[in-house]
């Protein structure tokens, strides 16, 4: 970086400060804006029981899959490895070393 960069750098950052200072210099109070309820304004109601039970049915649907997906896995793998030694033993010859 050349000093010149340097220099315009710094000028920038030094401008930005300046014109941030008023804003934190300020007292809270100045800053603070001033709570105005709004009366007789449209309310809109959610229905939230249905959308709680719309979440926790879509979950529980989740996880239900999740399990069943498993173990189906793990029924098969123990089909591949009750097949594997099969094999093993009809290969040996019936002979088992254990």
Do not use: H
Request: glycine fraction near 4%; include cysteine.
């Amino acid at each position: 970086m050349t000093i010149r960069t340097s220099l315009r750098a710094a000028r920038a950052t030094t401008a930005s400060a300046l014109a941030c200072a008023p804003l934190l210099l300020a007292p809270a109070t100045a800053r603070a804006q001033e709570f105005v309820k709004v009366e007789n304004a449209v309310r809109e109601q959610l229905p939230a029981p249905q959308f709680v039970a719309a979440a926790y049915g879509f979950i529980w649907l989740a996880i239900l899959t999740y399990v069943v997906v498993v173990a189906r896995g793990l029924a098969r793998t123990r089909r591949d490895i009750d097949e594997l030694r099969r094999r093993v033993e009809r290969a040996s010859g019936g002979d088992k070393r254990t």
